[in-house]
């Protein structure tokens, strides 16, 4: 708990500026409880994601993010053992009015001044606190609802009495939907909704994450204990039924097969050189046999030795590593199951695989997480493995099932 109440305190003194939609002010009390709504920009988004990265890398959290839309983020962050969690719904536009058919506050952020965690004006609050329970369709019988409401009667004298009609009725009647609506209309306005561009239907229908979780892939720099963290899993839970070597996704296939008998003898260059010389075909040919081992797949979760975008990475060996120039193909092919990104001291890497460099390794980190964070759709876990192998493979179960 200790450590997660650095990243409260980091979230609340952050230079990204996020506004509280309700509640309390976040705090530790926050902590294995219910989500904390936030609306933000893209910018600040991206500083925060960029900030979990370095919690993660210092041992403080575990994070996780997942994406299915453009319009939200959620953010979770775990404590190092996987015990306790903090959620946080980030939100870029936000759809409430007309029982969540229309946008507001799209942007509303740039009118704010300043950094950090902003509120709106107490009359503003529970407005769009109303307008949310009736886009969510919330029950407003139950207990923490009635205690909201009751807590927002006795602090906006303007709203007591539409306030004190939603708790004797247990609904909101059609004269405070259309008083708080107002309100909301006359301060912010309202947007249409955004076109969403072909390729991004292709990515949020034909890419997203599947919600029956088949495969995981566990990735992370050589020497980061990707496998023996996987293996482990298999041996603690039943639930986790095999560990699939990644490489197998296209060495396994007759063509890579001829290109290396038929084509490799030409280049002079050794397997791994080989397949990085042709990545991008390499990437298609890992992305089709996913799709297929998907399909065979039955029983338990699949582990992964390897992420998609793997293949895609080339001179990971050296002090400049890099995705391929064709990276662009990562939107148009290669289902996103969720990832687990295992990062490593660099200290602990170099036992295990001297001719990685810390340059190349630190490259390998923020590459990968700037690939998998700041996409859409995305379900990606950037998991500390500094404890022993007991105690992460633990720890990345306990995460993997609050997230399931």
């Known amino acids: ?132 329970l009736l886009a969510k369709k919330k029950d407003l019988r139950e207990d923490k609802y009635r205690k909201s409401l009751a807590d927002y009667r006795q602090r906006c004298p303007e709203f007591a009495l539409d306030l004190e009609r939603v708790e004797e009725l247990g609904i909101i009647p059609g004269e405070v939907k259309e008083h708080s609506a107002g309100i909301l209309r006359e301060a912010f306005g309202e947007s249409p909704a955004r076109k969403t561009s072909l390729l991004g239907i292709h990515e949020e229908g034909f890419l997203s994450y599947p919600r029956t979780v088949k495969a995981i892939s566990v990735m992370g720099c050589d020497g980061a204990g990707k496998t023996s963290l996987s293996w482990s899993l298999t041996e603690l839970e039943k639930r986790y039924a095999r560990v699939f070597t990644g490489k197998h996704l296209y060495r396994k296939s ?22 990085e010389l042709f990545a991008p075909l390499v990437y298609l040919r890992a992305c089709l046999g996913l799709r297929i081992k998907l ?61 990685v460099s810390e340059k190349g390794h630190e490259c390998y980190d923020m590459d990968m997480w700037q690939a998998h964070a700041l996409r859409c759709p995305t379900d990606y876990l950037a998991f500390n493995n500094t404890g022993s192998l007991k105690s992460s493979s633990q720890a990345l179960d306990q995460v993997l099932r609050e997230l399931s």
Not at 254 to 275: C, G, H, M
């Open 254 to 275: 007759w063509l890579y097969k001829l290109a290396v008998i038929f084509i490799r003898p030409f280049t002079f260059q050794s397997r791994e050189r080989f397949d």
């Open 295 to 355: 399909l065979r797949w039955k029983r338990g979760i699949t582990l992964i030795d390897r992420g998609l975008l793997d293949f895609m990475y080339l001179n990971r060996k050296s002090d400049r590593p890099g995705f391929s120039r064709l990276f662009f193909l990562r939107r148009l092919c290669g289902k996103r199951i969720p990832v687990v990104h295992v990062m490593a001291d660099y200290a602990a890497i170099r036992q295990r695989k001297d001719e």
């Open 1 to 132: 708990m200790a450590l997660l109440d650095n990243c409260i305190k980091g979230i609340k003194e952050g230079p990204w500026t996020l506004l509280q939609l309700r509640g309390d002010l976040i705090s530790s009390a926050d902590v294995n409880g219910d989500d904390v709504d936030f609306l933000t920009s893209p910018e600040s988004l991206e500083l925060l994601l960029k900030s979990v990265f370095e919690w993660t890398r210092n041992g403080w959290c575990h994070g996780h993010v997942r994406r299915r839309l453009n319009r939200k983020a959620e953010l979770c962050l775990f404590s190092p053992e996987g015990s306790a969690c903090l959620k946080l719904d980030l939100w870029l536009r936000l759809p409430q009015l007309d029982e969540g058919r229309t946008l507001i506050l799209e942007n509303c952020v740039g009118l704010l001044s300043g950094t950090g965690i902003q509120r709106l004006p107490l009359r503003l609050e529970v407005a769009l606190y109303l307008q949310h």
